[in-house]
């Protein structure tokens, strides 16, 4: 095999090899976790390792199972790759878009190199332990927290792994080297540009790792959008051996150039080459380039090549369902057309810098960004943690420098959120401490890009961030705001950003983060803070946008978030993830993306809800549901027709026409109408009911005003409603609503289930549930789960207002008598099923003489309650 393969690479080496190759290993790595003896040895025994592929992460199930916490430690990567004799004689390099968090390098049983942060690029130089044939890299990677590396907390899952794409990149002996902390080794500048022209700076890093004097040329071509050359410029350069020199070509100009903008992304190619006395080119870096100018203003907002443009867009996590951080290319690419689709013209790429294709694709489909660094929550005191940090710093700048999209570089989230101490006086050194952390990045970014702006994202807390000397350092101050969300009372959002700008005149702001969780599962037409409906979700972005939009001084803003993502010790709707992206884990886009589209992306007109495809509701006794319906437009006007009729025109609303639409049994066919747009829809409705004239699966939750489509089981649960005669319903009983907030149901996460909306709710010290159902055999699936608690539960990091430990337990025991006899006796769901785990008991009860089903639930210690029940006639 070996010599198979010196034999085949002996073959390719005859013809010409190119200046430089690149190209990804990602394939058939061996995987193990922990620390194996004699992992980086090449003798090492891998055999019994599992194979894997890269972008891979050692977390993707256990950071989103039933057990608390997941793997943060060492692990261990193998992989053999083959080198021809022309490869080896040149420089060989191993390049790495990103492991998380640490990386040591071992090439043939050497240390070839050590890497710390997870979200940056290096490259390690392994030529000196290379060989023609068969070589082996091992990498042992570990997501272990370090104090003195950022992040230390976040509310984000911190996935372990060599979670980006992996390359080998060969060059000649005298190359552009990728060495200067991951970056291309070609820097761009735009010193001056104006509608009529354009000035270049290229500076680029040429190493000579051959023994000889290298005499060169650096030439620079650069070409227009449609690949005519708009320029040319070079200059001679000698480089002793080890040497790396770094000439700098000034002032290239273009003329009449096209500009970079959000609707034409003009890209002009930089390729860079080094060519030799002789003629032969030695390497060769083609490099995009975007000509813009823009400002800031703090009464005004932003500009892009003299015009004002409001920044209106999202965050972005790299989070995928299923697969934690270890998304392919190609899905990272996704994400950023959907931000343009929905009409975004500004990504905050939150809360670290992100795969190299992001910020490509922001250059090419017009997108500004801003990129920042992972100091989150809070800092160490320690130099090592100011040096880490700086050093990220100054890697995300190099490795992001030349694109035209980047206008902001960040470098500060929440700093304030998560202090170490309690004491003032303590505190007070903290602050002190933070203000040096701050001012260092501050000031390494500035020296590395006078160029860009520079920003701190603030929690609501700018008196803390005022006395820790934060609100003035930065450029820009970003404001993260949830009023409404975590906090009560949402029309103090604007009330706050208007404080803001009173107090920081002369301050840029943006809204950096915004947002509401939202279970694409979960509906309610009596939508309310923290009940994670589409409904309210809808209620609170459409107050924010508008807000946003009446004020000029905020010059952009960044919902949170484009994507749902995870974060492993949330509870919430959906255990493990944080619910707030527009679209989900699965990118399936919610009402929120719809309205955001309707609202900026043009000609729009989507039918809403348009993935409830479990939807139900109660008769109304006429064979009928009414329920609203959102239709999402830029027009003004929208006419809806149901099953062939007109329904009604209505009038638009910020980007949206609500409907209520009579939903009969089975299918609804909506269209929708604007002037020549179109929509159309086909909603399958279950339409409930139980009446001694006729019965349909009822599925109810009890304590709730929400309905839940759980789509694994294709079910429509519905709200619950009270008992009339002829009809179905509880007696007796009120909602569990959190002691404090007064929010709906429990914060706990249910075990066993995936339904958390369907068990998290309950109504406690209900008497009976009755439904006058026809003669026949039913069965009756009880649905529980105790949601009091037993322990306090530890306060969540995010969770910023709503830390909830429930109410605690003091026992619950009673029976349940259906019909008049005796199911459950004594019942305990504690005993039987343990805290916040879903039980679920399914009864058989044959109903006749016109006695329907009634269920007593008769107390024998504390209130009986009940979670949800679903009735189906079997005969
Ligand atoms: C924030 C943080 C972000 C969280 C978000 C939330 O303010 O910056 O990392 O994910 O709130 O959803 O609570
Ligand atoms: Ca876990």
Redesign the pocket.
Known sequence: MRFLSVLFFALVSLAELSARERYTINEAWRFAQGSPYGAFLPAADDSAWPTVDVPHTWNAQDADDDEPGFYRGPAWYRKRFFLSGDAVSGQVYLCFEGVNQTACVYVNGHFAGRHAGGYTRFAVDITPFVFVGENLVAVEADNRHDPDMPPLS???TFFGGIYRDVSLLLTHKVHIAPTDMGSSGVCLSTPRVSAQSAEVDVRTLVANRSDRTARLRVEHRIFAPDGSEAARAGCPLVVEPGQVAEPVCRGIRIADPQLWDLDAPNLYRVLTRIVAEDGSELDCVSSSLGLRWFSFDPDKGFFLNGRPRKLVGTCRHQDYEGRGWALTDAMHERDIRLLKRMGGNFLRIS?YPQDPVVLEMCDRLGILASVEIPV?NAVTESDAFLDNSVRMAREMIRQDFNHPSVIIWAYM??VLLRPPYKDPAQLAVYYKAVERVARALEEAVRAEDPSRYTMM?Y?NAPDAYAAAGLTRIPMIQGW?LYQGWYEKDITRFEKILDRLHAEYPDKVLMVT?Y?ADVDQRVHSFAPEQFDFSQEYGLVYHRHYLREIMRRPFVAGSSV?NLNSFY?EPRADAVPHV?L?GLTGLDREPKDTYLFYKARLAGPQLLIGNRCWLNRGGADDGRGRCTQPVPVFTDRSSVTLFHNGRKLATKQTEDGVAMFDVPFVDGENRLVATAGTLIDALTVDFRLMKASPRGFSELCVMLGSPRYFDDRAAGTAWIPEQPYTPGSWGYVGGRPLRREGTGWLGSAADIKGTDCNALFQTQRVGIEQFRADVPDGTYSVYFHWAELDTEDKREALA?N?GADDAGTRYRGRRFDVVVNGSRLLQDFSIAEEAGFARALVRKAEVVVRDGQGIRIDFLPVEGEPVLNAIRIYRNH
């Open positions: 976040a509310d984000f809360h989150v989230n929440e994202a929690h993260n983060e947002g949170w974060s944080n707030k995010y910023l």
